[in-house]
């Protein structure tokens, strides 16, 4: 086992996740959510098998590039996060407003 050829496939993983967390739409969520979720499984099972086959001393000279990408992916998910939830927001504004139309309506028949 290659401990290079590991991290890059890690990254490889990272990097495909990433993309699929920028493919998220409202209507695309669950196709795009699961592919990513993929890849963070896949990610945590390889990081789990070099554990336990090279020395921490090899492994921390790579933890700072995947930290970072963990840490992108990490925001990614929050700024999905984000958006939905100001997306919600929004919509619950709109729907206040036509149930408020609507009541208007009614009481002026």
């Known amino acids: ?12 993983l990272f990097n495909e996740a990433a993309l699929e967390l920028d493919k998220i739409t409202t209507d695309e969520f669950d196709t795009h ?12 099972q390889l990081r789990k098998e070099l554990k336990q086959n090279f ?8 933890d700072e590039e995947l930290i970072n990408l963990a840490k992108l992916i990490e925001k990614k ?3 999905i996060i984000e958006e939905f939830i100001e997306e919600r927001n ?3 504004i709109k729907l206040g407003t036509v149930s408020n139309q609507k ?7």
């Open 1 to 12: 086992m290659h401990l290079d050829y590991h991290i890059n496939n890690i990254k490889h």
């Open 33 to 44: 959510f699961n592919n990513a979720k993929s890849n963070m499984i896949l990610i945590r």
């Open 55 to 62: 020395p921490n001393e090899q492994l921390k000279k790579n």
């Open 77 to 79: 998910y929050d700024d």
């Open 90 to 92: 929004i919509l619950a």
């Open 103 to 109: 009541k208007i309506a009614q009481y002026s028949r």
